[in-house]
């Protein structure tokens, strides 16, 4: 069993930038590939960003690419979003995910454990 939770959301003003983090307990952290997705109120799901177990690829659509960054440590069991020159269209609960090492992909439904979310606003 694995339990994330997710922290850094807050309100920031078009522009800015904030980093949320994503703490894994229970089974080994490095034994998963990771996401993070993000949900708008009336939205589907939408895939943010992936990273798989060793950290060395990284994966984005169009909408965040240049403008968000993922990365973990391992030996701290935790991941990380980096994300600068924030729009209002970002507005959204951000979750993080796993899922076992090799099957990570950019699907929600790929994912079996997940966090409870994050709120970003972001103000225009």
């Known amino acids: 069993q694995v339990q994330l939770v997710e922290s850094g959301g807050g309100v920031v003003q078009a522009g800015g930038s904030l980093r949320l983090s994503c703490a894994c307990s229970g089974r080994s952290f490095g034994s998963y590939d990771m996401g993070w997705f993000r949900q708008a109120p009336g939205k589907e799901r939408e895939f943010v960003a992936a990273i798989t177990w060793t950290g060395l690829n990284t994966y984005y659509p169009d909408s965040v690419k240049g403008r968000f960054t993922i990365s973990r440590d391992n030996a701290k069991n935790t991941l990380y979003l980096q994300m600068n020159s924030l729009k209002p269209e970002d507005t959204a609960v951000y979750y993080c995910?796993?899922?076992?090492?090799?099957?990570?992909?950019?699907?929600?439904?790929?994912?079996?454990?997940w966090g409870q979310g994050t709120q970003v606003t972001v103000s225009s």
């Open positions: 995910a796993a899922v076992r090492a090799g099957a990570g992909t950019s699907q929600a439904a790929s994912y079996g454990y």
